[in-house]
């Protein structure tokens, strides 16, 4: 079914930039379509808000928002099939450091620092990393999660090889921490503050903490389309960038566009996390969208190291600050 989503999404999307007609204004469009990483949330806010006040097609583009499969954003992005795409600083560096390189490039970070971590309920019993032993864990048994449990638990000299990994997990981490996994990697934007509105108390370890940061989620393109059509790139992230910019100036304002595009959301979840991330999308950074190229070296040094990637990343092609206005 997975396989026939794609190809189906694929045949929807358009393979190079194309001209539409505005009906209303008779103005000349470019169509641009977005893959996000999954269901709408607070990362993609600043998105809809650029979508709904209209900056877009102030750039002459004609933006489409798809919500696509599970983990074919890169693939298609890649493939040229769609322009854009949200997906995460670790993925990207997989994809360009594979045996066959993929054709993928971050252009922004939505968030300028690492905001994941590991979390239990507190009445797990978990209430410091080296409780991780014994625990089962829902997420998968990937190299990529392995180092990252190894690094953090090493820390208190505990083995990760000793965490349970829960081949049949739930995506859903309060469901899944109700019965049949003790501890999960969550987006705190997202689970933690959804734990604070249920009051669930929980014992949550930032990866942060333990000297992992990276950007999650990103913002990508492909260099062909980057080459090919460096004003269409130039036009999407000065329209992006405002749309963040207002999240953080007016996060319920933001929060309440982002319900009206997915109004299945929980409304105090949504104004929560929208508060909570207002700080957090730029944080340090000198502007939204700002990439560091420390980060992506750090990060890049720790694939190779735990092998995860089987060579090198070469920074220069995984990620470019070149089309941000500044």
């Not at 769609?82 to 600083?89: H, K, L, V």
């Not at 990252?148 to 965490?163: P, Q, S």
Request: hydrophobic share 40%.
């Amino acid at each position: 079914m997975k396989r026939l989503f794609v190809i189906m999404l694929s045949l929807l999307l358009i393979t190079s930039c194309q001209k539409n007609v505005d009906t209303k204004s008779g103005q000349n469009l470019t169509k641009i379509d977005v893959l996000l990483d999954w269901t709408p949330n607070t990362n993609h806010t600043g998105l809809y808000v650029a979508l709904h006040k209209g900056y877009y097609k102030e750039k002459g583009l004609d933006v489409n928002i798809i919500q696509p499969a599970e983990d074919t954003v890169i693939d298609i992005v890649s493939s040229n099939k769609a322009q854009f795409g949200i997906s995460f600083q670790e993925y990207v560096s997989m994809a360009r450091a594979a045996n066959t390189p993929q054709d993928v490039v971050a252009v922004a970070a939505v968030i300028a620092h690492n905001t994941s971590g590991f979390a239990a309920r507190t009445s797990s019993g978990i209430n410091k990393v080296s409780d991780f032993e014994g625990k089962r864990y829902s997420g998968s048994d990937s190299p990529w999660e392995k180092a990252v449990l190894k690094k953090i638990m090493e820390t208190e000299n505990a083995d990760a090889n000793k965490v349970q990994y829960m081949a049949d997990f739930s995506l859903d981490f309060f469901a899944a921490t109700e019965k049949n996994v003790d501890f999960s990697w969550i987006y705190y934007a997202w689970d933690g503050i959804a734990a604070e509105v249920k009051n669930i108390p929980l014992n949550y370890f930032p990866l942060i903490d333990y000297g992992l940061d990276f950007y999650t989620p990103v913002i990508i393109t492909s260099q062909k389309f980057i080459d090919q059509n460096p004003q269409a790139v130039k036009d999407f992230l000065e329209a992006t960038s405002r749309g963040y910019n207002d999240c953080i100036k007016n996060p319920k304002e933001c929060a309440e566009i982002l319900l009206k595009y997915a109004p299945e959301l929980d409304r105090e979840l949504v104004i929560k996390s929208q508060e909570y991330l207002k700080n957090e999308y730029i944080s340090d950074s000198a502007y939204w969208g700002e990439m560091k190229r420390e980060m992506w070296e750090n990060l890049g040094d720790f694939l190779y190291e735990n092998g995860v990637i089987p060579v090198p990343l070469d920074v220069d092609k995984a990620f470019t600050n070149e089309f941000l206005p500044k």
